[in-house]
């Protein structure tokens, strides 16, 4: 007669280990929340050092002051954000370089924060610098127009990536 091993003590705790971690592998899976962001690509054209003036050192300091470049934590892809559109516009005055579009709100419940994500590169591909913008409470099937400010010159940037993230309410 054989006598089965007794269950150990580390047996039980990698099984639920494993456990844990299948289930939680399941919840993210999920597109309608978590995961990684998904970058579209964005173009800059029309823009040379001939047609643009640069900021004046004032007007780069308020732009400098008002660009947001801190990313929020709390923040994740959601499904009923949509990026409507985007384009690089180069605005007078301390603005200068931005990107500017539309985020919608496809769903019917209140966003509670929405973050608009860019980095912009050069003619190498290099990373010039990562920007964003913000806004609070974007209701169920309402949109958002923003504009994220770019400290670079509009002729050093060649092109940007761009992203829609947010927290559910």
Not at 17 to 40: F, H, M, W
Not at 102 to 131: H, K, P, S, W
Not at 146 to 164: G, H, K, N, R
């Amino acid at each position: 007669m054989t006598r089965s091993e007794p269950t150990s003590r580390r047996r039980v705790l990698a099984s639920l280990g494993t456990g844990i971690a299948i289930a939680a592998a399941g919840c993210l899976g999920s597109n309608s929340l978590g995961g990684q962001p998904t970058y579209e690509e964005g173009t800059v054209s029309g823009i040379n050092a001939s047609n643009v003036s640069n900021r004046s050192a004032a007007q780069m300091s308020t732009a400098a002051a008002l660009a947001q470049q801190q990313p929020s934590s709390a923040v994740t892809p959601l499904e009923p954000l949509e990026l409507v559109d985007h384009e690089f516009v180069v605005e007078d005055g301390y603005l200068g370089s931005t990107i500017q579009g539309t985020v919608a709100n496809t769903g019917t419940d209140r966003i509670q924060t929405v973050e608009v994500r860019t980095r912009v590169y050069d003619d190498a591909g290099d990373l010039l610098g990562r920007y964003l913008a913000s806004t609070g409470d974007l209701n169920g099937g309402s949109s958002w127009a923003f504009q994220v400010i770019v400290l670079e010159a509009p002729s050093d940037v060649a092109s940007y990536d761009i992203t829609v993230l947010g927290t559910p309410s």
